[in-house]
């Protein structure tokens, strides 16, 4: 799958903005619990204000890449739209399955 046409290209996000995504906008959720909150972790993400921090880098990647989507990738072979504009959710949802597929391989597993 890819997230590239020649009118419309979907910019790979640089390996420092990977890391950026991966501690700031991701860390809070996964460390909360995504499915069942645990609320030891829930206090722990607000007393360092994890969630401000989200909201911080993605208005900074919007600044450098425009509004986006940007591609992810996750680990070889796996790769993940981030959108950074509200309004590429239709462009996506219209867009699927190809080339935005939303049957992830945790999806197709079940």
Do not use: C, W
């Not at 969630?51 to 425009?66: F, I, N, S, T």
């Not at 070889?76 to 049957?103: H, K």
């Amino acid at each position: 799958m890819t997230l590239e046409s020649a009118q419309d290209p979907v910019p790979f996000l640089s390996p420092t903005d990977h890391a950026r995504v991966f501690t700031r906008v991701l860390a809070s959720p996964v460390l909360k619990g995504p499915l069942i909150r645990r609320p030891k972790a829930v206090n722990l993400a607000e007393r360092f204000d994890l969630d401000a921090a989200g909201v911080d880098e993605m208005q900074r990647l919007r600044a450098k890449y425009g509004d986006g989507p940007v591609q992810l990738r996750l680990f070889p072979g796996r790769r993940v739209a981030l959108l950074l504009n509200p309004e590429d959710v239709p462009r996506v949802l219209e867009n699927t399955p190809e080339p935005f597929s939303p049957a992830s391989m945790e999806k197709r597993g079940a």
